[in-house]
Structures are given as C-alpha cells and as structure tokens.
C-alpha cells in the first residue's frame, strides 16, 4: 500500500465496520446478534491494523492481527457454548431476560416494550431409524395363528 489514499480508504472500511458493530450491539438484544456484532468489530480493528501496518511497511500490525484472530476464534467458542447453555435454561435468546445475572446491588431494567414470551417449542414428528423396521402386534398376532 504505497499511497495514502489506500491506506484512508482502508480505515474508512474498517471504521465503518467498527461502527457498524457498534450500532448493531448497543441496539440489539439477541444474544446471538450481539455476538455477531462484537466480531465485526474485531474484523474492523484488524481490517485498520493491516491498513497502518501496509502504509508504515511494518510487519508489527499484521502479527498483531493474527492474535486478534487467534482470540476471536477462542472468544467464539466460549461463547457459543454460553449461550447455547443460557438459551437451554429459559428458552429465549433476548439479554432482558437474564436480569439475574447483574450484581446485587442493581435494580433490573424494565423494557418499554417486553419481547413476547416464547411459545412452547413445537413438537416434530421423528423420522423412524434405519434397518429392517420391526414387526407390529398384528403381524406377530398373525404369525403365531
């Protein structure tokens, strides 16, 4: 990246980025979605690092990238795994319901306008496994006549 308007058209990306997460985990309550949102920050940070470290011909920002990559896949699986083990437990992916798990000493935040609470999960019908498929009572009813 000789030029300094690659280097300002590649930080205009990645704070566009960074911006975008930003908005997206402040106003979002989906679990999932805020998780979703914290990785494009990342991925901004990381886009601006390689952009500084292309324009001053350094190595450093580029390293500096591939810990913060090595991080986020950590960061993923950790929390992956939470919220799959907090969605288990009530059922809803919305952060308004794990009032909870604030300290003691906070009162809860009550929302203006509540997520409708989650109807029972439906239930499937299950596909019969593989093989030979057992007899039913009328065939061996028939069989022993």
Known sequence: MPDAAFAQNYLAVGAVLFALGLVGFVVRRNMI?????????????????????GYHHDWGGQM???FVVAVAACEAAIALAL???LYKRRKSLDVSVWQ?????????????EPLPTPDAPADFPHL??????????????????
């Not at 019969?128 to 007899?135: I, N, S, V």
């Open 64 to 66: 500096l990238v591939l």
């Open 128 to 145: 019969t496994p593989a093989g030979a498929e057992p007899p039913s009572k009328e065939a061996k009813e028939v069989s022993h006549v």
């Open 100 to 112: 909870e798990l604030r300290e003691p000493d906070q009162e809860p935040i009550v929302d203006d």
């Open 33 to 53: 979605v805020m998780f979703l949102c914290v990785e494009m920050m990342l991925q901004g940070v990381s886009l601006s690092l390689v952009a500084w470290s």
């Open 83 to 85: 919220i799959l083990m």
